[in-house]
């Protein structure tokens, strides 16, 4: 006997799994869609990536056509094989829709951090006093990317700055850092951009709670390392931004 | 061995044999992995979701893919127009004569086809298949992403337009990957080279069919050409792009787990620096656009040659490069090529010390 057609069942099951590899481009291309007419895509890429997001979705919209139009054959390999690679090409999905909303916080500064130091001792060698600030009376609100650039020329300013709380144990209780991720390209290579604030009766500040500081600005030097510190007159809890806008940019 | 109809979407509805390189009754060992992988990826999140590490993981995972992925679809559709417009002849007047100009010529060819690690390897795989010699393609592989002009204005910017600096990570990259390829050339084949199952006969597609010869006869028009492209592109996306998740899961654990400051720390030699910052740049598997802001952030506690050790290995061979390789090559020669350009980099980066400091 030779080459009986295949039954229906098994014409529907070739057909399923013909189609499953367009389901996944689907999905792709439906989470990249999502993430640029969201601006979610800023939660994980530096802004300018949108074009290469936007060129990636009309090339994946062109793979889907042209799998269709062809003749939906099964890939090649077992039926589990087949699921399972589908499985594996949209786990990244998953781990998208399970960090919905998170952004990066203390856990990712004390593995992207890079001191001079193994333990940084928080004690400044000079500790200046308090200067006039700006004669306009206005604090400067600057990021503190720009704070890090400029600090040379803020130098006795007043400046006014947000970003993340970062205290533990061995700094003094009038001083604590407040700390930013700068990125080029993605999460993956950010850097933290941080400086140190002091206020007299600081207070407490939850881990990873975003504030506003606002002082003047001085430079000390940290074990040879020349940091920002704000002399703070004002320190306000603030609601942090959402996770695309929490990230400075080169 | 095992012979199934191979089913093809190609616009050309010809069906072409195929033949597993598996032995029948035996499960593929990239099955085990891929089982393996879901398992613990899903484990992590119904576990470890609310772990502090769990952000920084997850982030950084679909951070690199997402990265990764415009310029992995654009490398699979560029090898989809070679494998349909690009004959092995048409491929073969291109290049210079002999294969030791093709090398020089090809680990240059990034100055003005620019490329990412990440678009590269599905490029790299058609032009294998359509004739270019093994170690031309492996210069191309390994001084594509590293010899090209958006690395060199990255580089220049993170060390404040230190043009000497990126001049010379274009040079060394240039020089590293012309000797490796060189190497490649004298030591391999394509046979030992090339993975099972990957025509090397230099006129073939990826199913092992000659589409140029079947179709002299009967021209296809170009919009089936076009549709030929596309369903071969994305037939080797869906291939590799596994791989890439594979390498950007692993990164992105990696980047977890190891503190950077932690490794700085332990640099206290020029070789142990040297050594830190290789595996530094093996491990954060960052695209070459952007590890230069990172190996900058050492410019005040390690000496140069380190940060142009992270920055000249890191394009060259990462997790990511590695897993994708296993689409590409034989087991035995990524870990030959890995041992070598891992070796040529660290004494290279010495004796740059020794000459500059």
Same mark, same amino acid.
Request: hydrophobic fraction near 50%; glycine fraction near 8%; charged fraction near 15%.
């Given at each position: 006997?030779?080459?009986?057609?295949?039954?229906?069942?098994?014409?529907?099951?070739?057909?399923?799994?013909?189609?499953?590899?367009?389901?996944?481009?689907?999905?792709?291309?439906?989470?990249?869609?999502?993430?640029?007419?969201?601006?979610?895509?800023?939660?994980?890429?530096? @802004?300018?990536?949108?074009?290469?997001?936007?060129? &990636?979705?009309?090339?994946?919209?062109?793979?889907?056509?042209?799998?269709?139009?062809?003749?939906?054959? @099964?890939?090649?390999?077992?039926? &589990?094989?087949?699921?399972?690679?589908?499985?594996?090409?949209?786990?990244?999905?998953?781990?998208?829709?399970?960090?919905?909303?998170? &952004?990066?916080?203390?856990?990712?500064?004390?593995?992207?951090?890079?001191?001079?130091?193994?333990?940084?001792?928080?004690?400044?060698?000079?500790?200046? @006093?308090?200067?006039?600030?700006?004669?306009?009376?206005?604090?400067?609100?600057?990021?503190?990317?720009?704070?890090?650039?400029?600090?040379?020329?803020?130098?006795?300013?007043?400046?006014?700055?947000? &970003?993340?709380?970062?205290?533990?144990?061995?700094?003094?209780?009038?001083?604590?850092?407040?700390?930013?991720?700068?990125?080029?390209?993605?999460?993956?290579?950010?850097?933290?951009?941080?400086?140190?604030?002091?206020?007299?009766?600081?207070?407490?500040?939850?881990?990873?709670?975003?504030?506003?500081?606002?002082?003047?600005?001085?430079?000390?030097?940290?074990?040879?390392?020349?940091?920002?510190?704000?002399?703070?007159?004002?320190?306000?809890?603030?609601?942090? @931004?959402?996770?695309?806008?929490?990230?400075?940019?080169? | 061995?095992?012979?199934?109809?191979?089913?093809?979407?190609? $616009?050309?509805?010809?069906?072409?044999?195929?033949? $597993?390189? !598996?032995?029948?009754?035996?499960?593929?060992?990239?099955?085990?992995?891929?089982?393996?992988?879901?398992?613990?990826?899903?484990?992590?999140?119904?576990?470890?979701?609310?772990?502090? =590490?769990?952000?920084?993981?997850?982030?950084?995972?679909?951070?690199?893919?997402?990265?990764?992925?415009?310029?992995?679809?654009?490398?699979?559709?560029?090898?989809?127009?070679?494998? !349909?417009?690009?004959?092995?002849?048409?491929?073969?007047?291109?290049?210079?004569?002999?294969?030791?100009?093709?090398?020089?010529?090809?680990?240059?060819?990034?100055?003005?086809?620019?490329?990412?690690?990440?678009?590269?390897?599905?490029?790299?795989?058609?032009?294998?298949?359509?004739? +270019?010699?093994?170690?031309?393609?492996?210069?191309?592989?390994?001084?594509?992403?590293?010899?090209?002009?958006?690395?060199?204005?990255?580089?220049?910017?993170?060390?404040?337009?230190?043009?000497?600096?990126?001049?010379?990570?274009?040079?060394?990259?240039?020089?590293?990957?012309?000797?490796?390829?060189?190497?490649?050339?004298?030591?391999?084949?394509?046979?030992?080279?090339?993975?099972?199952?990957?025509?090397?006969?230099?006129?073939?597609?990826?199913?092992?069919?000659?589409?140029?010869?079947?179709?002299?006869?009967?021209?296809?028009?170009?919009?089936?050409?076009?549709? /030929?492209?596309?369903?071969?592109?994305?037939?080797?996306?869906?291939?590799?792009?596994?791989? +890439?998740?594979?390498?950007?899961?692993?990164?992105?654990?990696?980047?977890?787990?190891?503190?950077?400051?932690?490794?700085?720390?332990? =640099?206290?030699?020029?070789?142990?620096?040297?050594?830190?910052?290789?595996?530094?740049?093996?491990?954060?598997?960052?695209? $070459?656009?952007?590890?230069?802001?990172?190996? /900058?952030?050492?410019?005040?506690?390690?000496?140069?040659?380190?940060?142009?050790?992270?920055? !000249?290995?890191?394009?060259?061979?990462?997790?990511?490069?590695?897993?994708?390789?296993?689409?590409?090559?034989?087991?035995?020669?990524?870990?030959?090529? $890995?041992?070598?350009?891992?070796?040529?980099?660290?004494?290279?980066?010495?004796?740059?010390?020794?000459?500059?400091?």
């Amino acid at each position: 006997m030779t080459g009986l057609a295949p039954n229906r069942t098994e014409k529907l099951s070739r057909l399923i799994l013909g189609l499953i590899p367009i389901f996944v481009l689907i999905a792709i291309l439906d989470a990249l869609v999502w993430l640029i007419t969201s601006d979610t895509y800023t939660a994980y890429l530096h @802004p300018r990536f949108w074009l290469f997001l936007l060129i &990636g979705t009309v090339i994946l919209a062109g793979f889907i056509a042209a799998l269709m139009l062809g003749r939906l054959a @099964p890939p090649d390999g077992s039926t &589990g094989e087949i699921l399972s690679r589908a499985i594996v090409m949209l786990m990244p999905l998953l781990f998208l829709y399970t960090a919905f909303g998170q &952004g990066m916080g203390g856990h990712a500064l004390s593995k992207k951090f890079v001191g001079n130091e193994l333990e940084l001792p928080y004690v400044f060698t000079d500790d200046p @006093p308090p200067e006039e600030g700006d004669e306009s009376g206005t604090d400067k609100q600057l990021t503190l990317l720009q704070i890090n650039q400029q600090m040379a020329t803020l130098q006795g300013k007043r400046v006014s700055t947000e &970003g993340f709380v970062y205290a533990d144990a061995n700094m003094p209780a009038d001083q604590l850092m407040l700390f930013r991720f700068a990125m080029f390209c993605c999460a993956a290579d950010t850097t933290p951009i941080w400086l140190f604030v002091k206020k007299e009766g600081l207070g407490t500040f939850e881990p990873e709670s975003w504030v506003r500081a606002a002082g003047v600005l001085e430079i000390a030097s940290l074990n040879g390392k020349t940091v920002p510190v704000i002399m703070a007159d004002t320190l306000t809890q603030i609601p942090p @931004p959402p996770p695309g806008a929490q990230y400075l940019y080169f | 061995m095992d012979t199934k109809p191979f089913p093809i979407n190609c $616009s050309c509805n010809h069906g072409h044999q195929h033949h $597993s390189t !598996v032995p029948s009754g035996q499960i593929p060992f990239l099955f085990i992995i891929q089982i393996l992988f879901i398992v613990a990826t899903v484990g992590l999140v119904v576990f470890y979701r609310q772990h502090p =590490a769990f952000s920084t993981l997850s982030i950084t995972f679909v951070a690199i893919f997402l990265e990764a992925l415009p310029f992995m679809l654009l490398g699979s559709l560029i090898g989809g127009f070679i494998e !349909v417009f690009v004959s092995a002849e048409k491929l073969t007047k291109f290049l210079p004569g002999t294969s030791w100009r093709t090398i020089f010529m090809a680990a240059g060819a990034g100055l003005f086809f620019p490329v990412c690690e990440c678009a590269i390897v599905p490029v790299v795989r058609c032009l294998f298949q359509k004739g +270019l010699p093994l170690g031309a393609g492996i210069a191309f592989l390994l001084g594509g992403p590293i010899v090209n002009p958006l690395v060199a204005f990255s580089t220049a910017l993170a060390y404040g337009y230190q043009w000497a600096v990126a001049i010379d990570r274009i040079v060394l990259g240039y020089l590293l990957a012309v000797t490796i390829g060189i190497l490649v050339e004298l030591f391999f084949t394509k046979q030992n080279a090339l993975a099972a199952g990957l025509p090397d006969n230099g006129s073939t597609c990826a199913c092992g069919h000659d589409h140029h010869a079947e179709h002299g006869e009967h021209k296809r028009s170009f919009f089936k050409k076009i549709v /030929a492209s596309f369903q071969h592109a994305a037939e080797d996306f869906l291939d590799i792009g596994r791989y +890439l998740i594979f390498g950007a899961f692993i990164a992105a654990v990696l980047q977890t787990v190891i503190a950077r400051g932690e490794m700085a720390a332990v =640099a206290a030699t020029p070789v142990l620096a040297i050594l830190m910052m290789m595996l530094l740049a093996v491990v954060l598997s960052l695209c $070459s656009e952007a590890d230069a802001f990172i190996a /900058a952030t050492f410019r005040t506690s390690l000496p140069l040659s380190a940060q142009m050790a992270f920055m !000249v290995l890191g394009p060259m061979l990462d997790i990511k490069l590695i897993l994708m390789y296993f689409q590409l090559f034989r087991k035995r020669f990524i870990i030959a090529l $890995s041992g070598t350009t891992f070796v040529l980099v660290f004494l290279s980066m010495l004796i740059k010390y020794w000459s500059q400091g």
